[in-house]
């Protein structure tokens, strides 16, 4: 899927009134001494995929969605997210129970067993 310079400048503006709500920007970009990850200014990333757009260097709307869920996942806050349409396109689930793997006397190699509830 090809990525449009436009509609993709108009989805860059809109997370960045997103970001506008984001309590803790000034934190994550400058954190204390002793946290545990590293800090993100998350307006200077989303300025650098801006110009990436602008250049016309991202080959696929894909490519430019994985920087930006990439960039939010580097804040490390469970309620900082996003997934683009092309991110959500598929799912991949199991829905009729799951793998077992069970070892007969606890030494033995695991034998791979499917179950249902």
Do not use: C
Request: no cysteine.
């Amino acid at each position: 899927m090809p990525n449009y310079p436009e509609p993709a400048l108009n989805l860059i503006a809109g997370l960045r009134t997103y970001l506008e709500f984001q309590s803790d920007k000034e934190y994550l970009r400058k954190p204390p001494s002793g946290y545990l990850f590293p800090g993100i200014d998350l307006d200077q990333e989303l300025n650098s995929i801006q110009k990436t757009v602008e250049n016309g260097e991202y080959t696929s709307e894909y490519d430019m969605q994985v920087d930006i869920f990439a960039m939010l996942l580097a804040a490390r806050d469970g309620h900082l997210t996003w997934q683009g349409d092309v991110l959500g396109a598929f799912a991949f689930l199991r829905t009729t129970g799951g793998l077992a793997a069970v070892s007969a006397d606890g030494q033995q190699t695991p034998q791979i067993y499917h179950y249902s509830k």
